[in-house]
């Protein structure tokens, strides 16, 4: 079992639709962190948030401590969302590990 | 500023030789981190090094090995190498040890071994 699991694996969608992404980890943790890479490699940090909630513009991103549980939500969404969405546990020995990332695709 | 910055971009290389990648962190960034992402998977953490000493190591075999520079920019060197290597290679600078703070990732080195 992967320390870190996403679901869903693929996710599609219609412009406007509000998305929804899964995070489980099993490690102990000092922070997560959610990523989006685009087609061609390029990785953005999104979030990086240890209890609570937090948002940019029409991502928010929730984490329960207690159930080791996070989710990323994006309101409204639009087809520039499209990306692969990651999420990464930074544990106490100073490494992440990642999930294996949702990749989501948003129709006009 | 400049972002994180990699090269080269691309790297075609033969099994058994041996490949140096390159990495700037952002000015002001002391943690240099370094990725393999094989096609279809997440990154997996190779190593990390903060004020040129190494703070942490993936479960990688000593063919991969690391430095980093007093100017805190960083090489990752990878000998002998094998058809797996074949990889996107992620590096990240972060302003301290890397697991509180944010990471800033580079566009990455593809590398394909042939």
């Known amino acids: 079992k992967n320390e870190v699991e996403q679901s869903p694996q693929n996710l599609t969608a219609q412009e406007g639709e509000f998305i929804t992404i899964n995070c489980s980890y099993s490690?102990?943790?000092?922070?997560l962190h959610w990523l989006q890479q685009h087609p061609g490699g390029g990785i953005v940090s999104l979030f990086m948030?240890?209890?609570g909630k937090k948002k940019h513009g029409r991502l928010i991103a929730t984490i329960n401590i207690q159930e080791k549980h996070s989710s990323l939500h994006i309101t409204a969404s639009h087809p520039r969302d499209s990306a692969v969405y990651i999420c990464?546990?930074?544990?106490?020995?100073?490494?992440?590990?990642f999930g294996t990332g949702t990749r989501l695709q948003v129709f006009p | 500023d400049a972002g994180v910055t990699q090269s080269p971009t691309h790297l075609i290389k033969t099994r058994g030789q041996h490949v140096t990648l390159r990495c700037s962190p952002i000015?002001?960034?002391?943690?240099v981190s370094w990725y393999q992402q094989v096609l279809g998977q997440g990154p997996q953490f190779i190593f990390q090094y903060y004020e040129k000493e190494e703070r942490g190591r993936g479960n990688f075999p000593d063919r991969f090995s690391a430095r980093q520079f007093p100017n805190y920019s960083s090489e990752l060197n990878v000998n002998a190498l094998l058809l797996g290597d074949s990889a996107l290679y992620l590096c990240a600078s972060s302003r301290q040890g890397g697991r509180t703070y944010e990471q800033y990732f580079g566009p990455g080195t593809r590398l394909t071994v042939t």
């Open positions: 948030l240890s209890s």
């Open positions: 990464a546990a930074a544990d106490y020995t100073d490494k992440l590990i």
């Open positions: 490690v102990g943790i000092s922070a």
């Open positions: 000015s002001g960034h002391k943690s």
